[in-house]
């Protein structure tokens, strides 16, 4: 047999919208004993995870679980649960992730509408209410933090016209849950998705979400028992049930429930996993979470600019937990990348579609927003970029950095 080696990951510094470096609490969590999935041992952990993760979502919903699988299986389990074929779906997009939305949403049987802003920009929040009031979709699905372009996009106001035209509002949060606020009630969003690589600092792997009455009601019209489960007799609805039996949240939701009805088997380590990084983010507390992040934006902001370099996106609609780059011209950015990579070893990141070639990505997430990374990548960066005889301003950098972070201790002395 061949001889493959010992497994021996490099010791990275994770610098892009994810995924980023994890705790050691989460490692070691993931360590642990396996549990079964129906050890009232195991349904405790599940039902302590859901109590977390709505606080985490800031919401009273009942419902608040992880699904299996990357974030978009979470985007996937809610629109391929709420979305009946021909139901009319809005989409507002100013990035890639905006068409991932359109992309299943229309896999789902919708009729999409497009709303497109240029990217590096967000939509005037008027606009997207005036086409609810227009088009009158049963459901608007939008991104809140696109980590392709760097911008955040604001949700006041729209929710309460989701409620005015009887439509669901959908939301991304994958990049924003745990680094930004996301404020599920208080802003009337009735389903949102969030990730665990990014600012939960927990491996990829699930995709906790939320979602509330109205959206439960979408779904169960069209609740079905999977066949082998169903006892004699039972009613089942006359509608064609959602498309997908992995992601019907329908199901999802009774394995969830105190009924535990046998569905998929729960992926035991990552939710180990999701619970550590869940508690670590409430030891930390959301508030002071959410400064650490602006702490640390601010400080590689400063850098980068006092270095020269320009940042790509309007910055009133940046993304506290990801900053873009515009490359230099005539600088071949995934030169630069794999040399932070390979001397440095620092990871940051390019982008998508129009954006490739064009931006350095990097991010300031969970486990990896620290001052210690942000200073390395700050030196890596300007050494590289010196290497590949880009006029920047030798020294800078550091220097402005820490002058942010000796602001920062004396406003908030610890
Ligand atoms: C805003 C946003 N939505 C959705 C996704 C898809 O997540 P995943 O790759 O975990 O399926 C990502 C991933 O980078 C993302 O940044």
Known sequence: M???KDLSPSLRTIMTPGPVEVDPRV????????????????????NETMEMLREVFQTSNHWAFPVDGTSRSGIEAVLVSVIEP????LVPIYGRFGHLLVEISERCGAEVLMLEREWGSVFDTQEIID?????????????HGETSTGCIQPMDGIGAACREADALLVVDAVATIGGVPVQTDAWQLDAVIGGTQKCLSVPAGMSPITYNDRVEAKVLRRKTIERGLREKGAAVSGLKPVASNYFDLGMLQEYWSPKRLNHHTEATSMLYALREGLR???????????????????????GLQAMGLTLYGNPACKLPV?????????????????????????EIASSFGPL???????GTMGFSCNQKNVLHVLGALEAVLLWHKVDVNVGAALQAALNLYARKEEEQPC
């Not at 086409?131 to 991104?143: C, L, T």
């Open 86 to 89: 021909g139901d009319k779906v």
């Open 280 to 302: 670590l983010v409430l030891q930390e507390g959301l508030e002071e979470r959410y400064l650490r992040h602006q702490r640390h934006e601010a400080a590689l902001v400063a």
């Open 131 to 143: 086409a609810i009031q227009r088009e009158k979709p049963s459901i608007v699905a939008m991104v």
């Open 2 to 4: 061949k001889g493959y």
């Open 356 to 362: 490739k070639g064009q931006i350095w990505r990097i």
């Open 322 to 346: 990801v900053t873009c780059i515009r490359i230099p011209e005539g600088i071949d950015g995934e030169s630069v990348r794999a040399m932070l990579l390979n001397t440095f070893g620092i």
């Open 27 to 46: 490692l070691r969590a993931m360590s642990y004993p396996i549990l079964g999935q129906f050890d009232p041992e195991f349904t405790e952990l599940m």
